[in-house]
T-cell receptor
């Protein structure tokens, strides 16, 4: 079945460091791909998405490119801030049936001042 | 535009008790989802509604969990009787349609079963 695999956390970085969180997927067809962020005590918020191969999603300085050849959707940011500390979830939307989301297990990011 | 509303935000119960969670989706959103998020894991879909009809409840433990969306707007998720392993955050989400559209999540209800 479809699945999403994320790098395990926690990831601890200093402010202004470069961030990469790896995400790979297994799916039939061409799913839409998403990154959601969850701040402490809050629900999930959409960070960015891409709907087809080679699309780049971007928001708030974060970017991710839909790579069909490597089935990946890695999240990157050039310079992290303390306020980026949160849990990041990669997800795919299935391409048939109910189009439900499949989430990864999440990666906790901690940014130190 | 108001977001997805959920209540209560926190609930503590003893095992074998019952509990209910309420969700009001974003106005105009036809599709409503309930997820269970166990600590350290990603959300897992429990049930998906399209208007007031169920389109996927394959991962809902039907012996103890039930959900309804009677008028195609707000929804209630119930657990009866609760088990220790039901301790989790229950997230509600909604989307305009079900064909891969962006889902918008509420703040969740954190349940602790003692």
């Amino acid at each position: 079945g479809n699945s999403v695999t994320q790098m395990e956390g926690p990831v601890t970085l200093s402010e202004e460091a470069f961030l990469t969180i790896n995400c790979t997927y297994t799916a039939t067809g061409y799913p839409s791909l998403f990154w959601y962020v969850q701040y402490p005590g809050e629900g999930l918020q959409l960070l960015l998405k891409a709907t087809k191969a080679d699309d780049k999603g971007s928001n708030k300085g974060f970017e991710a490119t839909y790579r069909k050849e490597t089935t990946s959707f890695h999240l990157e940011k050039g310079s992290v801030q303390v306020s980026d500390s949160a849990v990041y979830f990669c997800a795919l939307s299935e391409t048939s049936g109910t189009y439900k989301y499949i989430f990864g297990t999440g990666t906790r990011l901690k940014v130190l001042a | 535009e108001a977001g997805v509303a959920q209540s209560p935000r926190y609930k503590i119960i003893e095992k074998r008790q019952s509990v209910a969670f309420w969700c009001n989706p974003i106005s105009g959103h036809a599709t409503l989802y309930w997820y269970q998020q166990i600590l350290g894991q990603g959300p897992k879909l429990l049930i998906q509604f399209q208007n007031n009809g169920v389109v996927d409840d394959s991962q809902l433990p039907k012996d103890r969990f039930s959900a309804e969306r009677l008028k195609g707007v707000d929804s209630t998720l119930k657990i009866q009787p609760a088990k220790l392993e039901d301790s989790a955050v229950y997230l509600c989400a909604s989307s305009l349609e079900r064909t891969g559209e962006t889902q918008y999540f509420g703040p969740g209800t954190r349940l602790l079963v003692l």
